[in-house]
């Protein structure tokens, strides 16, 4: 039988030559029907059974599975991690460099051997860590020791865990995790009770829940919802964190609020720009020190996007001409308003005051505390003509 005998005859002699003006169909019918004649020579001779070359029944596979292509092995060839090697698989690679049907599949396995896989295939499988087991019944044995059951799932490693998915999640082998397993919750995390701990300390079984794979086939909807087995699903990563930790541990602080229900100065809150408290009843920047290098550092961490361009479109951060500095000089005298500068340029601070009102006691430096925007001048074209002076 040559390979052209082989292109028109499947299923029972059924033509589904090129010409003959059928599509070849997408498994017509089970391999338990097919007939000896139809991969074998001299099947019903007492000679020894005579296989077709590899690549004539290659040719027989895919006239039944014609859209298998070379990216059907990936994600499922084992030799890809060496614990999986040792025995010679079944192809040669002298005779045969690439990967065909039958080092995978056998058409004689019974009806309910999902995928017609063979032993030698799935024992090398279950080894491997170069296949991902889930969402596949086929290869529950990768974690099981026997077949499951949802009361007795006789788990490999004695039931560990951590051990057992850090076979393939394991930092040697895959990204590392964003949380740490093995370890007992602090006083100040709450587990909830279906997010269950193993002796006490967390696990990957903590967040992930991997039986939410069980049952075949699953939904390929269920798949793309849930792919990380997530204990509770269309969560933020965040949301998600804060099912355990307590939010308000991991707010922002306002430096802003400055001030005790007694009016008394915060002075934890001082600590956050100032290495010392600073006196708040002198006027001036020079006894002002700052633990940053540029004190607009503070400002920008909260207040994205206003280091260029702003006010009016333009940068205003920078040492100020002769003229500007003159004007804010006087700023005190002309107007009665303090506009700081710091080692000589303009910062936020300078237009912007960021304390809280009541607790600059000079009232030139306390200017602006009692507004939204903090500005130390009026909004609007005041704020321009205290610099800009000949704008009037």
């Known amino acids: 039988m040559d390979l052209e005998a082989v292109s028109s005859l499947t299923n029972n002699g059924a033509d589904r030559s090129p010409g003959s003006g059928r599509p070849p169909p997408e498994v017509d019918e089970p391999h338990d029907r097919l007939t000896c004649e139809q991969c074998h020579r001299q099947a019903k001779t007492k000679s020894p059974i005579n296989l077709l070359p590899d690549d004539t029944s290659e040719a027989l596979c895919r006239q039944c599975h014609p859209k298998v292509s070379r990216l059907h092995y990936k994600g499922l060839n084992p030799f890809l991690d060496t614990a999986a090697r040792g025995k010679r698989f079944i192809r040669d690679k002298k005779k045969r460099p690439h990967f065909f049907c039958l080092d995978c599949h056998t058409i004689h396995a019974s009806a309910e051997k999902k995928f017609l896989l063979s032993e030698t295939y799935l024992e090398r499988a279950r080894r491997s860590r170069s296949i991902n087991p889930h969402w ?120 802003h609020i400055q001030l005790d229900d007694q009016g008394k100065i915060i002075e934890a809150t001082c600590l956050f720009c100032h290495p010392t408290r600073p006196d708040v009843t002198i006027m001036g920047m020079k006894h002002v020190r700052f633990i940053a290098k540029n004190p607009d550092e503070y400002c920008i961490g909260c207040h994205h996007g206003f280091t260029r361009g702003h006010p009016a479109g333009v940068d205003h951060l920078r040492r100020p001409s002769r003229k500007i500095l003159r004007a804010i000089q006087t700023s005190v005298r002309r107007l009665g308003i303090e506009l700081p500068l710091y080692r000589g340029r303009i910062i936020c601070a300078t237009c912007h005051n960021p304390h809280q009102q009541g607790v600059l006691k000079v009232r030139a430096s306390a200017a602006g505390s009692q507004r939204p925007s903090k500005l130390r001048l009026m909004p609007g074209n005041m704020q321009c003509i205290g610099c800009h002076w000949n704008k009037d």
């Open 136 to 255: 596949k019944g086929y290869l529950c044995l990768c974690c099981h020791e026997t077949t499951p059951t949802r009361d007795t799932p006789r788990l490999k490693e004695k039931g560990d865990h951590n051990l057992l998915c850090n076979r393939c999640h394991g930092t040697r082998y895959a990204r590392a995790d964003i949380h740490p397993v093995g370890v007992k919750p602090s006083p100040q995390i709450r587990i909830p009770d279906d997010m269950p701990l193993q002796d006490g300390r967390l696990s990957c079984n903590t967040c992930h829940d991997a039986r939410l794979q069980m049952g075949a086939p699953v939904p390929e909807k269920r798949q793309k919802r849930n792919p990380n087995f997530l204990r509770r699903e269309g969560l933020s990563r965040n949301s998600f964190c804060f099912l355990c930790h307590l939010r308000e541990a991991y707010q922002r602080m306002n430096p």
